[in-house]
């Protein structure tokens, strides 16, 4: 006899479900995706200690009848596909047939479900894959799944469990992801009898938002004008420029109702915001892109996560479109929309996450835990009577008390006029660097520094786009001698160093002649600033355009080049410094999307005077 046998059915689900099935956040997605694609307009997740012990999943949708409901937990059964063609234009989110199987192989697991009309339901009980009970029951129409004691029959699995705190986090970031996704069906979510939310089914997708990440962040949101281009249509919301996170945790993309993940998203969405992007953070993004199901692949990843798009260009391209439009739409605001929001490296705060006192998407207190390391980019480090603005007392409470008191950009709104330099009154300087400025909804503060390196930097690209940054020639040139791998890289991209005001050649084995330098380097180190341009160059990737290279390198090395903190600047000088960053296309971050302006407005300051509550 031969050593080859087939699996037993039950041990073949077990098998399945360690693709399926890795934790109780997976379980959740799997039903609440099956309530999506049963028709449901309201969905309830119930959780007991963090999934592990119980979870069950109610919803109103189609549910089946005793025959469907007896096939539903076989392998390999599904309703939703037939034939290779439907394979191959997935409009559910569900396809394999493997869900249910699975999760029954490896919980306690009860399926009640009825159809509506039918005279009385099913109840099947499945224990870790053996069916131990089916009979009539009197359910309410729709379907009810309870899934408890997970991997009780796999102790290897369920001692990979983490917390019942980090796993009910990932949990609730399933529900809330898919709630983003399915406005228009009402998701609520208990955990341990506690409701963490209830939202309301609404046609407004930002109304979903506002329910699960507060309505400061969702208030402040930008919406993309819905763009369509190549069969794919782009439409959501982004933060605005300086509004970032140091994961992706609230980088969400969906397709086709499905939320999904792909490298060239995260790359589209760092390329739609440029330089209104921190290096390092992620943007805040819910974006929402419909093709044609046939344009793309979902069968690629047991648990569904990733896509592959038969067109990624396309769609890469259309995104991109889309966000810089949107972003672009934004600059043009007044100054009064600016707050700066960026997100430095707080550890998820699973507690803040179970609580569910606050409906947040990102804990208020990440929101707030913000504000930058000014010394890790000012080269000569602020004086240290600046406090760094965590401590300042300025920066927003960590619990806003009420909206109406925040300067709360809705939507672009084009007829809004720029702030001119007019707008403000010079009342300062504080610490060498930071300006104070009079505006109309209170204080502003820009920072010289950064302000400067922006000025530069556009001022530097549109040279660079006409013909090429002015350049001067040195009196004796200048030999640098590189590696071979530097050497190389820089005799590639001369026409690009050359667009840079840097005019170099090979001068004989790995050395370089450079005998022209841009005029705006006062030429006091350039083997530093080519240093920079080369450091610029090792970290481009293949892909990147020669003029974003060069941008990038304009961005680098301006930076050197801008009005430091402590350069005395007079106040005419500081007024031209303002006047030229408000004709900015991006006046309001630094092209390393740090920002230039800060407002205080008078509604927070008589918040801190204790004038208003
Ligand atoms: P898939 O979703 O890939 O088809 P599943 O194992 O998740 O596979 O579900 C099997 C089938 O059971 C589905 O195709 C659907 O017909 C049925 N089903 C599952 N959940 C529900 C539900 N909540 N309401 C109605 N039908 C359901
Ligand atoms: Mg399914």
Known sequence: MGKIRLLPDALASQVAAGEVVERPASVVKELVENSLDAGAGSIEVRAQRGGIALIRVLDD??????????????????????????????ATLGFRGEALPSIASVSKFRLAT?????????????????????????EPPGTQIEVRSLFFNIPARRKFLRSENTEFSHLEQVVRVQAIAHPGVRVALVHNERVVFQLPATADPRERIRGLAGADLAGRLLQIPPLT?????????????GMSRSDRRHQLSFLNGRPVEAAMLTYALREGYHTALMKGQYPVTFLFLETDPRAVDVNVHPAKREVRFHDGNAVRDAVIAAVSAT????????????????????????????????????????????????????????????????????????NPVESDAQPSPVEPDPGTVAPKAEDFRLLGVLGKLYVLL????????MDQHAAHERVLFEEMRRRMETGGVPSQALLVPLTIELSPRDFDLASRNLETLAKLGLSAEPFGGNTLKVDALPTFLKSDDPETFFGA???????????????????????????RHAVKANDPLHPAELEKLLRDLLVCEMPYCCPHGRPTLIQIGYAELERKFGRRV
């Open 533 to 559: 341009v080369l450091d610029e160059l090792r970290g481009a990737s293949d892909r990147m355009s020669k003029m974003r290279l060069g941008e990038d390198m304009v961005a680098t090395t301006v930076c």
């Open 114 to 138: 009825r159809e509506p009309g039918a005279l009385h339901g099913t109840e099947i009980l499945i224990n870790g894959g053996k069916m131990t009970s089916v009979a009539d029951c009197g």
């Open 327 to 398: 972003l672009s739409g934004e600059m043009r605001r007044p100054v009064t929309g600016v707050g700066w929001d960026v997100e430095k490296k707080a550890a998820p705060s699973p507690s803040a996450a179970v609580s569910g006192e606050q409906p947040d998407l990102i804990p208020q207190a990440e929101q707030h835990a913000l504000r930058r390391d000014w010394s890790d980019f000012s080269p000569s480090p602020a004086p240290a009577n600046i406090p760094a603005s965590d401590s300042t007392g300025l920066s927003p409470p960590p």
């Open 229 to 241: 281009r190549d069969g794919v249509t782009v439409s959501g919301f982004i933060g605005p420029p």
């Open 61 to 90: 949708g189609c549910g089946m009848n005793r025959d469907d409901a007896l096939m539903c937990v076989e392998r390999h059964a599904t309703s939703k596909i037939r034939s290779k063609e439907d394979l191959a234009a997935i």
């Open 438 to 445: 009079e505006g109309r909804e209170g204080l502003v503060l």
